[in-house]
């Protein structure tokens, strides 16, 4: 006899069964374990029992909640260890604050010395020393040996006037027969007065405001009295 269309063939009382649950994506088990956990459970729980779920199927899901679950616990145990090295870091840039970081970042000038550590062509015959402001104007040029050894920076302008307190940069122009080789910027220190980390990089915080990434200071000293 055929059914009408219009006419429902399952009692009103009974239980719909739901749909066998398919086998999540990657990402799904990887970011909802205890969802997984669940649609694995309800299909065991309303499986037809005159056509239970096939051996071979059921172990699969199981072979795939175990890497699920050894899953969930790697990526516990990898933020607890980023978040442990990440303290660890840290407390290693704790002990900078307070040293002079060498840097080409503008450093800050309060009428103490700066020193200054020139890179001039090897091959040059004359090199001169320039300093900037904070606006990135000359403020002095001065005539310097040719040579990789440091120099304290008094900061005078062409009068021998100190010049303000301010945050300073500065490069070196090396000459060979009147003719310009190179300017590269030099390298100062500047005392480090915060350590952070932002968007996952180490960073100083040096007097005067200028922000330097870790990798960028090639040396460290402690202060000058």
Known sequence: MNISPTTSSTPA???PAPAPAEAPSNSVLSSDFETFLQMLTA???YQDPLEPIDSSEYAAQ???FSMVEQQVMSNDLLTALMTQLGASNMGQMAGVIGMEARTTAPVQFDGTSITVAPNPAAVADQVFLVAY???GE?????SIPVSADPIEWEGLDANGQPLPASTYSFSVESYADGELLMIEPAEAYGRVTEARTQDGQSIMMLEGGSMVLTSDVNGLREPRS
Do not use: M, S
């Not at 000359?138 to 001065?142: D, W």
């Open 133 to 135: 402001d904070g606006n």
């Open 13 to 15: 009382t009974n239980t």
């Open 62 to 64: 199981l072979a795939q």
């Open 43 to 45: 299909q065991a729980r």
């Open 138 to 142: 000359e403020v002095q040029r001065r």
